[in-house]
């Protein structure tokens, strides 16, 4: 691509690293920034510095959100003895469509897959075990995709809270979501956090 | 036709390859019972049999990545295969695209996962390289074992994923424990565990499966060689001793020094006996020949068996490789109706269209010549 201006090739270039967003696409969007208001560019550029500066992992589930603690865990109607665990905040925003889940959450940041160089040291494991010592949490669901890896990590947490008084469920198996959870129908996904099943127990 | 023949019924009658190797494209008819493919080498004989053992198996017979069967200098590929299975059509399309996901199609449906369509059309590969199962290291011979059983038991295929990719990442787990001494390994434990179920069912259908088809390989071997040669398959697995869990925990410290599993199924071997003797040893080549047969010729036999219908038989180079007392043999068994549909190869032109009258069938003569077949 030969650009005239080295202002337009940086903004393709900057576009173009975005996942999913080619040279030809890129420059399309950067095209019709040009086009429109000065105005209509500086609250896109704000928006995104703003969230990138703003934004925070909430120090309770790993969720993400504007302030220190998320408005989910902040909730007092909401169930915190109830914790949904999840691979991914994609995950936390589709379970939440679905408005059957009235509990809280906790988001792992991935499954463990040492083929993919994720041990259980890279996940938030640790700090699930510490709310569910200090805390007074009754349930987890485990809301992870039905994958070996997923299976895994499933076995793994269960291993590491085997001596503490609290009931580990998972979501029933064989609904209709594709191995991942974010692509779950809202029906499918609401009917399935109802619907849960007791987690075997772990010798 | 009598109504039970239908229902034994598998071949394929159209065949339409767009970038298979060295075809560019082509569309073929097939007869139901045998299929000629004459040509010298190099013109692409074998990779037709390749094509049809890919739309049954979703894989080519030789291992090769996806990538490497894509006509030269071609984005794509595409197979498409229509087959008759008792009285009812199937059409099974195959797509590959450089850089993305490979897809197979049912009767215009896409399969979720390829290993849903293994099974639906068993089929049996009889050629040249059939020689690495002795030649070779255990894991041909596992893979022929699995081959096998994979197509006759949705389950098994099953186990064998699970297992395979549960195995995957606890060999990855050792090597970051090489490099990280100080992580957590009871992440271990849990693979081991993971691992123990399948391998206990993987264990059970080998032990099995192997009962009856060592009967079936031993009646085939006599009919092959009509004589009264012992021969034995001996299953080897160090779980027929212990358990996969005592075996692990025994291991553990083995394994984190070597960076990988040492004990498991993935370690199984079938070991090849004439009379008291080891066949890779003491075989002469022509033991050795009709001892390969029979193995295939007893696959053919048990996947009829559980399917209920007739495997579909690709017999490559066979006529170079047997003796004229051998093929003798086995084409008395082929006319014999003990088959369905077979393809084969041969570089002779004349004798395979002998062949074909002296079994007394309906066949259908192809000429391949340079990708293109006449
Ligand atoms: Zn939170």
Same mark, same amino acid.
């Given at each position: 691509m030969n650009f005239s201006s080295k202002l337009l090739e940086e903004a393709v270039n900057a576009f173009a690293s975005l996942p999913g967003i080619g040279k030809k696409t890129a420059l399309r969007l950067v095209l019709h920034l040009c086009k429109g208001e000065l105005e209509n560019s500086e609250t896109f550029a704000n928006a995104i510095l703003n969230m990138r500066r703003g934004i925070k992992s909430c120090s309770k589930c790993h969720n993400l959100s504007d302030e220190e603690v998320c408005v989910i865990c902040r909730d007092q109607r909401r169930e915190q003895g109830v914790i949904c665990v999840v691979e991914s905040i994609r995950d936390v925003m589709a379970i939440e469509d679905t408005g059957q889940f009235r509990g809280v959450y906790h988001v792992l940041g991935g499954v463990i897959s040492p083929l993919e160089g994720v041990g259980p040291g890279e996940l938030n494991i640790d700090s699930l075990v510490q709310r569910i010592q200090t805390g007074e949490v009754r349930e987890i669901i485990m809301a992870i995709s039905p994958t070996i890896e997923g299976e895994t990590t499933i076995f793994f947490i269960s291993k590491k809270l085997r001596d503490l008084p609290v009931q580990i469920s998972t979501i029933a198996r064989g609904v209709s979501f594709g191995g991942e959870l974010e692509y779950a129908d809202e029906l499918t996904l609401g009917r399935s956090i109802t619907a849960r099943v007791p987690y075997r127990n772990v010798d | 036709m009598p109504q039970d023949q239908f229902l034994l019924m598998l071949a394929l009658q159209r065949l339409t390859l767009t970038n298979f190797k060295n075809y560019a494209s082509?569309?073929?008819?097939?007869?139901? @019972?045998l299929n000629c493919l004459a040509g010298n080498n190099g013109m692409g004989k074998t990779n037709l049999l390749d094509a049809i053992y890919y739309l049954c198996m979703t894989k080519s017979h030789f291992n090769l990545p996806d990538t490497a069967i894509i006509r030269h200098n071609e984005g794509f590929? @595409?197979?498409e295969g229509h087959f008759l299975r008792q009285e009812k059509k199937e059409k099974i399309v195959a797509k590959i695209q450089a850089r993305k996901l490979k897809e197979l199609e049912r009767n215009g449906v896409a399969y979720e996962k390829l290993s849903e369509h293994i099974g639906l059309l068993p089929v049996v590969f009889i050629g040249p390289d059939d020689n690495a199962l002795i030649t070779e290291g255990s894991e041909?011979?596992?893979?022929?074992?699995?081959?096998?059983?994979?197509?006759?038991?949705?389950?098994?295929?099953?186990?064998?994923?699970?297992?395979?990719?549960?195995?995957?990442q606890r060999n990855a787990l050792l090597k970051s424990l090489a490099d990280n001494p100080s992580a957590d390994s009871s992440l271990l434990d849990i693979y081991?565990?993971? *691992?123990?179920?399948?391998?206990?069912?993987?264990?059970?259908?080998?032990?099995?499966? *192997?009962?009856?088809?060592s009967a079936i390989f031993q009646s085939m071997h006599h009919y092959i060689t009509q004589r009264q040669e012992e021969v034995s398959l001996v299953y080897q697995s160090q779980l027929?001793?212990?358990?996969?869990?005592?075996? *692990?925990?025994?291991?553990?410290?083995?394994?984190?020094?070597?960076?990988?599993?040492?004990a498991g199924i993935h370690k199984d071997d079938l070991v090849f006996n004439l009379g008291e003797h080891a066949l890779k040893k003491f075989g002469s080549q022509g033991q050795l020949k009709s001892f390969l047969l029979a193995l295939k010729l007893a696959q053919y036999e048990m996947l009829r068996q559980h399917k209920g219908l007739h495997p579909i038989l690709l017999l490559d180079d066979?006529?170079?490789?047997?003796?004229?007392? @051998?093929?003798?043999?086995?084409?008395?068994?082929?006319?014999?109706?003990?088959?369905?549909?077979?393809?084969?190869?041969?570089?002779?032109?004349?004798r395979t269209e002998l062949i074909a009258k002296q079994l007394g069938v309906e066949y259908q003569q192809f000429v391949v010549k340079d990708g293109v077949i006449g």
């Open positions: - | 082509q569309s073929l008819e097939f007869s139901p @019972r590929l @595409r197979l041909d011979r596992r893979r022929f074992l699995d081959n096998t059983l994979c197509q006759v038991d949705q389950q098994y295929m099953n186990e064998l994923i699970l297992y395979n990719k549960v195995l995957q081991d565990d993971q *691992l123990i179920d399948p391998a206990i069912y993987i264990v059970e259908q080998r032990v099995t499966f *192997l009962q009856r088809f027929l001793e212990n358990d996969l869990g005592t075996l *692990l925990a025994q291991n553990r410290q083995r394994d984190l020094y070597l960076q990988r599993t040492s066979l006529f170079d490789k047997l003796d004229e007392q @051998r093929v003798t043999h086995l084409l008395k068994l082929l006319s014999e109706g003990e088959f369905g549909q077979i393809f084969i190869t041969d570089t002779h032109q004349t």
